[in-house]
């Protein structure tokens, strides 16, 4: 008769493990010709707080990531000091009617 206690703690314990790793896809770039210094260190940033490049773009200053969401606000606060631009990585499409 103790299952369903054994089980909602279980539950518990599960979804706030699920709501600590939360990863946020993003697309962060750079002015052109921002040091690769820069750019190194933001990369090294998402990795150390448990991201990770999905991505390095070659005709632009940027790339992809998937970065723990607790550290966007982090990540904002660098990105305005060196004029990045970081922005959630989804679809996007030009015309209406196209597929959802």
Excluded: C
């Excluded at 921002?34 to 773009?57: C, F, N, R």
Aim: proline share 4%; no cysteine.
């Amino acid at each position: 008769m103790r299952v369903l206690p054994t089980l909602l703690a279980g539950l518990a314990v599960v979804s706030g493990a699920l709501a600590v790793d939360i990863q946020k896809s993003v697309i962060v770039s750079f002015p052109k010709g921002t040091a690769k210094s820069v750019m190194d260190s933001a990369k090294a940033d998402i990795k150390a707080a448990g991201g990770v490049i999905t991505h390095e773009y070659q005709l632009i200053d940027a790339f992809a990531a998937k970065m723990p969401q607790k550290i966007t606000e982090s990540v904002s606060a660098w990105s305005s000091k060196y004029n990045a631009v970081v922005e959630e990585d989804k679809v996007v499409q030009t015309y209406e009617g196209g597929p959802q």
